[in-house]
């Protein structure tokens, strides 16, 4: 395995970046989701300007991994996967994340979660959106993650860790495992799910064989739920 010799190559054992570089792109996600455990039993007055914090911090991540890319001759888009060149292909994909989100998220989740009787806490209902202006930004709140955090986990972790240890389920297992820790801050048994969910969409992801399609489930999901608790709330 050449770990620090990365190429553009579709094999999941091919690293995109150096070691010292995951490392750091770890530190990011896992700091980040330790200071969000850290204030999760304060009380959310002002949910704006955390979802524009939490999109700066996403956008500033992703744009260090397309750093990494770029220094070893690495276009985003190689990391992301085909594009859409004709609309049947947009719908298409489209289709996949709609059935995705069914059988994956209401599905497997929605069961595993009756299993373990997982309730939302109180700090998880309070950063859902409930004014115009916070669901204007919720949206694009969750647009923002369906992609960068797709890119984060299913494209470049999915990828270094695979090629880490020589293995793809490993490296879809280990992305899901940081995924899951990056929301520690919603408890042990959402966090195992989101853990669950993550796997799920690196399956999809290589299966597919792009990022696409988990993109659109990824912003689909956020979308949905965020407005859906909105009226749950109100």
């Keep these: ?5 990365p190429r553009t190559d579709d094999s999941p054992y091919r690293a995109v970046a150096p070691a010292w570089h995951t490392a ?10 330790y200071c969000a455990a850290g204030t999760s039993n304060l009380t959310i007055h002002r949910r704006t300007p955390v979802y524009l914090l939490v999109m700066l911090v996403e956008r500033a991540t992703v744009a260090f991994i397309g750093w990494g890319l770029k220094r070893n001759g690495i276009r985003m888009a190689d990391l992301i996967g085909d594009s859409w060149p004709r609309p049947v292909v947009f719908f298409r994909d489209l289709g996949i994340a709609i059935t995705f989100i069914v059988i994956a998220g209401g599905g497997v989740l929605q069961g595993l979660g009756s299993l373990l009787k997982v309730a939302p806490p ?18 694009l709140l969750s647009l923002t993650a369906g ?13 270094q860790f695979a090629a880490l240890t020589n293995s793809t389920a490993a490296g879809i ?19 195992l799910l989101i853990s669950i969910y993550g796997m799920l969409f690196g399956v999809l992801a ?26 749950m709330i109100g």
């Design 1 to 5: 395995m050449q770990f620090n010799n």
């Design 24 to 33: 750091l792109v770890l530190v990011i996600l896992l700091g980040f989701s």
């Design 122 to 139: 109180a700090s998880l209902r309070a950063l859902m959106p409930q004014s115009l202006s916070d669901v204007i930004v919720w949206v």
């Design 147 to 159: 992609f960068c955090e797709e890119v984060i986990h299913r494209g470049y972790l999915q990828r």
């Design 173 to 191: 297992i280990l992305q899901g495992i940081v995924f899951g820790l990056g929301h520690a801050y919603q408890g042990w048994k959402l966090m």
């Design 206 to 231: 290589r299966w597919r064989r792009s990022l696409r399609p988990g993109m659109l489930a990824h912003g689909l999901q956020d979308t949905i739920g965020g407005l859906l608790s909105r009226y």
